[in-house]
């Protein structure tokens, strides 16, 4: 029979996340497959039913069943099935909830703040018990949210069913986008196996002389940056970039420090998350959130201080290998 300690620690793991956040899409889905004034809540329901099997079952799913669930939400969004169409007359914030609001002032942001502190919590709790950091701040993650719900209903007065409604409305504007930064993330880790890295170092060894210390700078942040734009994640990218560009071109023949160039190259990739739809969570997701007319308003008003950001870093690159 399991012990107390196997059963707490059963119970406050990544799986357990991962399950209740398939219920919530559980509940998603049936939300919109009752919406008879939602012209697409069939496509809706499956797209959101199709991901909550992911984040449940994933874990004892054989891979390609999880890949032609995969493919089935694609389909589903790209044959526009995806969405939900508002109501008549409906509203994004409804009087009750600006009054909510004016009469709660600083308290609204509490059940924000639960979310990070959960967080830094359970990852400090993981580290003392020997286990892995990052693992415990995603749990602290999912748990802090819980902590985040039942804290917004104390405050406001509302329900749970209340908060799953918003959620699923908020859900439905976004749309396939949500998903982005996951499918992004895998594309970084099949394009560091194809070793397409190598590949851009050599064209650049073609073009660009190897004791031009400028120029594969420049060549280092522009592969970045673009590889970003792709992407929509530095993160994904950096991989690609670091093994195939930074250390062949540049860290071993100018026998630079790799940590100094490495932070650089990566932070110069974030300009490219600045200027790309691809980065959905911070370009496409707000304008959406907003209901901005233009829902590349946010990349438009980015891209002058990106262009100026990565000038910068190639300079602050160049100027830091030549000086140190």
Not at 18 to 46: C, H, I, K, M, P
Not at 154 to 172: M, V, Y
Request: charged content about 10%; proline content about 5%.
């Amino acid at each position: 029979m399991p012990s107390p300690a196997n059963i707490t620690a059963a119970l406050l793991s990544l799986d357990t996340v991962y399950v209740l956040t398939g219920l919530v899409l559980f509940v998603f889905a049936w939300l919109n497959f009752r919406d008879s004034e939602n012209s697409n809540r069939a496509g809706s329901a499956l797209f959101w039913l199709a991901l909550g099997v992911i984040f449940m079952l994933g874990s004892v799913m054989p891979h390609w069943l999880t890949g032609l669930l995969v493919l089935l939400m694609v389909g589903l969004d790209g044959a526009g099935r995806v969405g939900h169409r508002p109501r008549s007359g409906e509203t994004t914030k409804t009087g009750q909830a600006a009054q909510r609001e004016t009469t709660l002032g600083n308290r609204i942001f509490l059940p924000v703040l639960l979310i990070p502190l959960l967080a830094l919590a359970f990852a400090l709790a993981f580290r003392l018990a020997g286990g892995d950091t990052s693992r415990g701040a995603l749990v602290g993650l999912g748990f802090g949210g819980i902590a985040a719900l039942w804290a917004g209903t104390a405050l406001t007065g509302g329900s749970t069913a209340e908060a799953l409604r918003e959620g699923r409305r908020l859900n439905d504007s976004m749309g396939s986008v949500i998903i982005l930064p996951q499918l992004l993330g895998s594309l970084g880790v099949i394009f560091a196996a194809s070793r397409v890295g190598d590949l851009i170092a050599e064209g650049i060894k073609g073009v660009i002389p190897e004791e031009s210390l400028f120029l594969l700078v420049a060549a280092n942040c522009l592969g970045m940056t673009l590889f970003t734009l792709v992407m929509g994640n530095s993160f994904a990218a950096f991989p690609v970039i670091t093994t195939g560009v930074l250390i062949p071109l540049i860290v071993r023949p100018f026998g630079v420090d790799p940590a100094m160039a490495a932070i650089v190259t990566l932070t110069a990739g974030s300009t490219g998350t600045l200027m790309t739809p691809m980065a959905a969570n911070f370009n496409i997701v707000p304008a959406a959130l907003l209901n901005m007319r233009d829902q590349y308003g946010v990349i438009k008003f980015q891209v002058p201080f990106a262009l100026t950001m990565w000038v910068l870093h190639v300079l602050v690159l160049w100027l830091m290998i030549r000086l140190l």
